[in-house]
């Protein structure tokens, strides 16, 4: 946001209006002649148009406008920088995805589950402000992309970077949530959350979801699991990450509800199926709206000074006016 340090110099184009009318169009400057064209019965006089005169004019143009510049220097512009500093700990979340094969299905046209759930993410992150979120994903392996942070472009472009298929064909939930669970152990935020996003039963990895999901709870992390399209045969068409090879064929999706629902509720979460992409969106701001505290923020005010600019640019168009006046022009002082 612009401002200046001291704008009474500004009134001083208050006088420019004036001066022009002295400099190029009062008659008694003393830089005209009178003809009465009354007794001249011939065609009227016209200057002939040369480079002079449109020197003339480019160097008129460049004393006022250098003239200007310096004025607005002199008024100290600034640029003003606003930042909100959070004084107190927000939420931190961690974002656990599914990146298995099951979530090439395309049952929410016209994109698959894991975009979808990728783009709905986006919009979840930007939409938070000051909380620490992290990106955990998984498949047959469980990797942590990004632990809780506030820059938010950084995690954004670490989930657009996923890829289906990158950890494996199955779907090692317990390790997706115990990694999570790890890196929100050490938190000293209020709240600490955990939002996981699967279309498929825990069936790889050494860590069982039910034990996760008691650590979590000694930890005091609140869990929500949202289930990710339809349950069911459903035909996919992927690429191999590695190969680069197309496969298609078919999978069978499905989790247990039930088991969802009773581990989130003694967990203090919550548990949602997501069939369509407007339930996944609804699920998504219902979260968003529950999961919220009070902020204590302060806003600090920085000015950063320009002045320098305009001084530089109004010097350098006074110079060139005289340069090209007396050296050029060859006109008298």
Partial sequence: MPGFNAPVWLTLFLLFPVLLWLRFSWRRRGGRLEFPFRVWNGEGFFPRKNWAKTFH??????????????????????????????LSRNIDIVIVLDQSLSMSVEDYPPVNRFDM???VIH???????????????????????????????WLLTRLDELRIRDLG????????????V??????TAEEKVILLLTDGDDNAGEVRLETAMNLASEQGIRVYIIGVGEQGEAAVSISDPETGLLTSGTVLT??????????????????????SPGTLETVFRTVDSLETVERRVSMRVQSRPIHRLFIIIGAAAVLLSWFIRRIL?????
């Fill in 57 to 86: 004019i480019f160097t008129a143009f460049l004393s006022w406008f250098g003239a200007a510049s310096l004025i607005f220097a002199a008024a100290g512009p600034e640029r003003i920088e606003q930042e909100e500093v959070y």
């Fill in 117 to 119: 759930a990728r783009n």
């Fill in 123 to 153: 919009r979840f992150v930007q939409g938070r402000r000051g909380d620490s979120i992290g990106l955990v994903s998984f498949g047959t392996q469980a990797v942590v992309r990004c632990p809780p942070t506030t820059d938010y472009s």
């Fill in 169 to 180: 064909d199955d779907t090692a939930i317990g390790m997706g949530l115990a990694a999570a």
């Fill in 182 to 187: 790890l890196h929100l152990s050490d938190s």
């Fill in 254 to 275: 499905r989790f247990d509800e039930d088991l969802f629902r009773s581990l989130t509720e003694s967990n203090g979460g919550g548990y949602w199926h997501a069939a």
């Fill in 329 to 333: 022009m060859g006109e008298a002082p």
